[in-house]
């Protein structure tokens, strides 16, 4: 039988995923990758760990988890969800590990686990692999592509687009007729000047919340303050959910900040309670909410309080600016920072565009689509990543069930 040809244009993650599951015995495998090496991104993911995955089975709960494609992705994930993700690379020799936040690496962790099970399982379906080759122009013609891609032109019946979020390749993808929601950095971090922050870097929050009042935006979880201001899973999540919005607002918005993910009367309650048993103390020595000793002398001296005050003396105007520093602290967002364990793009091809029951492009014949090139996007936890495989899966499996 002669072989039909799949050209994937992008060697990353969705790219490699996709060839290593399509069957070679049907199809002769291309992967055309403009650079030097393949699987690059995969390789500094999670900061050179490889947040593979995450721990959550079930695809409502999973979607919940993408601010851009939330509704498309619920039947990909029944098709194809994490605990896929991990017999696969289990079945690729890679042994995973699930943190307690539910975030899946490999026991090595290393990314080179991951990389070498992509390429060998890639590698066993016979893919011819072209690196140093930029895909520059796709030509469609009776049915059939022919790709321009460095110094060579070649011919393939079927194109799978991996090329993540480069803006080239939107411009490409552009004017093979798709639509691209203009791209925005999504996970990102706050940078914030004030007091309360300096020279705290490290300190972290478990409960914190986080709202932006101009937005109605709200989110709760870990924060973490750094040098240039405020990050930790509260802010990354949000950072992603209002991705476009903040851009919009150039990274200038104010935010509302409660460390304690306590109200002002349950915290008022809290202090009542110790002041009742603890008479004797003076404020330093209070240990009434759950953060450091010196970030609790930081909230009394920004609240004008004399540490050595006796917890009994202090007055209900003192208590509350105190509390109001804990529970309701309002800070200016000054600019962003790219988050250095994950960074991804909001925008990309329009989704009402693609048949999410195969990744095929509704614009182009014999033509699929999948991963960061999308306007699909992820908060941190191997969310992103999970999108790429069960996508280029759905591709490869659509492709091994053709007749022709
Ligand atoms: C620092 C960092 C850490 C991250 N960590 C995690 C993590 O731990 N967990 C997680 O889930 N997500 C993580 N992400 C996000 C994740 O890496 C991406 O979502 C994912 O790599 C997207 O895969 P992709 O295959 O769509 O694109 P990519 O991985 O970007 O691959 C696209 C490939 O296409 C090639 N290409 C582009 N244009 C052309 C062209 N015209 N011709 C030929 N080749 C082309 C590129 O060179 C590239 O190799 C991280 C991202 C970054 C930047």
Known sequence: MHKKTVAIIGGGAAGYFCAANIDRNLYHILILEQGNDVLQKVKISGGGRCNVTHACFDPRELVQFYPRGNRELLSVFTKFQ?????????????????????????????????ITALRNAAEEQNTELHTKTPVKNIILKDNTYLIQAGNISLEADFIVFTTGSSPKSFQLLASLGHSIVPPVPSLFTFNINDRLLEGFSGTSFPNAEINIPGLKAQESG?????????????????????????????????????????????????????????????????????????????????????????????????????????????????????????????????????????????KLPNFYIAGEVLNIDAVTGGFNFQACWSEAFLIAQDLNTKTF
């Open 82 to 114: 994490p605990g896929d993700t991990m017999e696969w690379f289990v079945k690729h020799d890679v042994s995973l590990k699930i943190e307690e936040d539910g975030r899946v690496f490999p026991e090595s962790n290393s990314s080179k686990s991951i």
């Open 222 to 362: 870990a924060l973490l303050i750094t040098h240039w201001g405020l990050s930790g899973p509260a802010v990354l999540k949000i950072s992603a959910w209002e991705a476009r919005t903040l851009a919009a607002l150039e990274y200038q918005f104010d935010i509302r900040i409660n460390f304690i993910g306590k109200t002002i009367y349950e915290a008022e309650a809290l202090f009542m309670e110790y002041r009742g048993n603890h008479s004797k103390k003076t404020i330093t020595q209070s240990r009434i909410f759950d953060v450091t000793g010196r970030f609790w002398n930081r909230v009394l001296e920004l609240a004008k309080i004399l540490p050595d005050k006796s917890i009994s003396n202090i007055s209900s105007k003192e208590l509350k600016s105190l509390l109001r520093i804990l529970c309701e602290k309002d800070f200016h967002v000054n600019g962003k920072s790219t988050f250095k364990d994950e960074f991804v793009t909001a925008g990309g091809v329009e989704l009402k565009e693609i048949n999410f029951k195969n990744m095929a492009s509704r």
